[in-house]
């Protein structure tokens, strides 16, 4: 009998671990679009992440995971330009244009390729780009930054731009998305976000000259030209949903990397 009953009690413990433990084949939680969420681990259409986050050095680490860190140019250090940001810490920039973030040898999404580029920015000028790449030809460039009073994309030839502006002190999430096509056009191909929004576009600025076909001869920079903070920069190279661009706003879909 007392064996019988040591039998069921090592049975018992076998059904209690086998019940508690993972399940192979469970699925990891996806995102709206597909992806990976970043709670889950990295988005792998996350190719660029620069929290800022750094408290020494001229080194600006990559928490995509896909190690293109960044430089710090213009005699920025994080000792001296750090500060307290929206996310963590941020980076204070003095609207120099040689005052920027270099990712060296990453040229970032080029050609006609989908991509969602956001960056956290609090600013009272309304200059500067926050994020750049591509050749400096006629729709041939993707940059991110002031247009005028509102911030906005251009492919250096047609510019998108928001109706609000964003240089007045406060803390703004601005985001950019530019949708699959065979050749994106800004008219019915990229969308605008401002904290969390779709943004309202000033029609003024709202010309189609070029489609963006971006080129590949110039590495990512953040911040040239631009006076402010800067935190928490990413590029992907997938379009974000609403809903993913709201959650990223809100910190609930990705959050910064220990």
Known sequence: MR???LSIVGLLLVL???AGGP???????????????????ADPHLVGWWTLDETSGTTAKDGSGKGRNGKLLGGLTFEKDGVEGR???AL??????ESQVRIEGYKGVTGTGPRTVAVWMQTERARGQLL???KDDGGKMFILGFIRAGVGVTPKGGYLYTLDKVHDGKWHHVVAVVEKAELPNLHDDVKLYKDG????????GLLDLWPLETGDEQDVTIGSGYEGLIDDVRIYDRALSA???KALFEGKAAKKQP
């Open 23 to 41: 399940r192979t084949g469970d699925a990891a939680p996806r995102s709206p679009a597909g992806g990976l969420l970043e709670s889950t681990g």
């Open 16 to 18: 209690m671990l086998a």
């Open 92 to 97: 204070k920039l003095d609207g120099g244009r």
């Open 3 to 5: 064996g019988l009953a």
């Open 132 to 134: 750049s790449w591509g």
């Open 243 to 245: 809903e993913e661009v």
């Open 87 to 89: 996310r963590g810490r």
């Open 197 to 204: 929004e779709i943004a309202v576009i000033d029609d003024i």
